[in-house]
């Protein structure tokens, strides 16, 4: 994953419960959007073919990674599928060491100062917010306080009204999911909406 192209565009998407059938279609839909950054969770059936199949479709118009990295198992089997980066809801040490000492891009989830630091002090390269809307943009900007060298990245409840507040109060990136990538939507291969709604989140990037 190149960090320095996230940062440019410091949003993510975040798909769950996409079926194979369901994965082509969406990563054209993705895309077609203009977003250059999508996460699949390892907690989806299947989820080491689906990183392979988007893969295949994207050819090199995405960078795809694997979320809800909860043991070593599953990064494993992520990154034999390919994931550039890997995303966890909690800090799981050993999944953070493993990639810090590869070079892979780690965003640990975290919620309190103690948790947020500690993921940072085991080699976050930004550490997951999370559930971010629990407190709001205004957390973000009281964190950045003490801790203004780390890297944050605010998930859940982000939309296209509050983005602009995540990054004016400290946030570096955002990730969206299942307002987007909602399972009637899929289920109704509704794709032109999934390139509709993010291109209203890209709208309110700063």
């Known amino acids: 994953m190149d960090i320095t192209a996230f940062q440019k565009q410091p949003i993510m998407g975040i798909v769950r419960g996409v079926s194979l059938e369901q994965i082509e279609p969406l990563v054209e839909a993705v895309i077609d959007s203009g977003l250059r950054t999508l996460e699949i969770t390892m907690n989806t059936p299947g989820a080491a073919e689906l990183i392979r199949r988007a893969l295949n479709k994207a050819r ?10 909860l043991n070593m198992k599953d990064l494993k ?24 000492k590869y070079k892979i891009p780690v965003f640990p989830g975290a919620l ?71 399972r009637q939507r899929l289920q109704n291969a509704d ?16």
Do not use: H
Request: charged share 15%.
């Open 60 to 69: 090199g118009k995405l960078v795809l990674g694997a979320g809800t990295v």
């Open 77 to 100: 089997e992520a990154l034999d599928a390919g994931a550039a980066f890997i995303v966890m809801p909690v800090l799981v040490k050993e999944v953070a060491a493993y990639c810090l």
């Open 112 to 182: 309190t100062p103690q948790e947020i630091y500690q993921a940072w002090q085991e080699g976050a390269t930004m550490v997951k917010v999370f559930p971010a809307n629990v407190f709001g943009p205004e957390y973000i900007r009281e964190i950045k306080g003490p801790l203004n060298g780390i890297k944050l990245m605010a998930v859940a409840g982000v939309n296209p009204q509050n983005i602009r507040e995540y990054f004016a109060c400290g946030a570096s990136a955002v990730a969206f999911g299942g307002s987007v990538f909602s």
């Open 191 to 206: 794709y032109s909406g999934i390139t509709r709604d993010i291109k209203a989140y890209l709208r309110e990037l700063p």
